[in-house]
């Protein structure tokens, strides 16, 4: 059977690996045993994909990247170049902590931007935008814009990528898609 996926000659892919159709793989990047790597995910140079960890479609990962065993990003994530995750809170090079991983999950359309830190055990809400060099130590909740070390809530993201404002009656529109967003309760929902 014909392999469906595009691989480098120099990355390594250990078994037990699921590649979904279209996906490309490029040089110097390892994915660990038993991923699961959805359809036309773009993998960039030296990225190390560690065991379990479930990407699904059109998942985008810049060079550098390191994504640690407990992640799962939903289809349409964007991770920015040298972005990382962890996956232990409080690791020691004498304790083994092995089976003790935090989980994080990373939502439908959600962008990370260069150099920023997820600490593991918080998840990134749908169409989220953590800014470059932010350090996420707390859940980011759908569409928020956040930023800085630690990372705190400045705004809310339209599906676009576009910083929404929202008027008197809690209405904002995406100026380049026309979506309608609103916000209630501290809530933003696409109308």
């Known amino acids: 059977m014909e392999q469906e996926f595009y691989a480098h000659p120099t990355a390594v892919i250990d078994e037990g690996c699921k ?6 793989i490029w ?7 038993n991923c699961v790597i959805g359809d036309n995910c773009n993998i960039g140079q030296n990225v190390v994909v560690s ?10 990962i810049q060079n550098n990247v390191s994504i640690y065993t407990g992640v799962t990003c939903d ?8 972005c990382v995750f962890t996956n232990v809170t409080n690791p020691r090079s004498a304790v083994n902590r092995r089976g003790q991983y935090a989980k994080t999950h990373v939502g439908k359309g959600a962008s990370i931007g260069a150099n920023a830190t997820i600490v593991c055990g918080h998840d990134i809400g749908p169409f989220a935008f953590i800014g470059a ?8 909740p759908a569409y928020a814009l956040v930023v800085g070390n630690p990372a705190r809530q ?3 993201m339209s599906e676009y990528g576009h910083r929404l404002n929202f008027d008197e009656k809690g209405i904002a529109v995406c100026p380049e898609s026309g979506d309608k967003y609103q916000l209630k309760d501290g809530v933003v929902t696409k109308l």
């Open 19 to 24: 590649i979904g159709k279209g996906t490309k």
């Open 27 to 33: 040089h110097f990047s390892h994915i660990m045993p």
């Open 51 to 60: 065991p379990d960890v479930v990407l699904g479609n059109n998942v985008k």
């Open 75 to 82: 289809d349409d994530v964007f991770l920015g170049p040298s």
């Open 133 to 140: 060099g932010a350090v996420v130590t707390k859940n980011v």
């Open 154 to 156: 400045i705004g809310w």
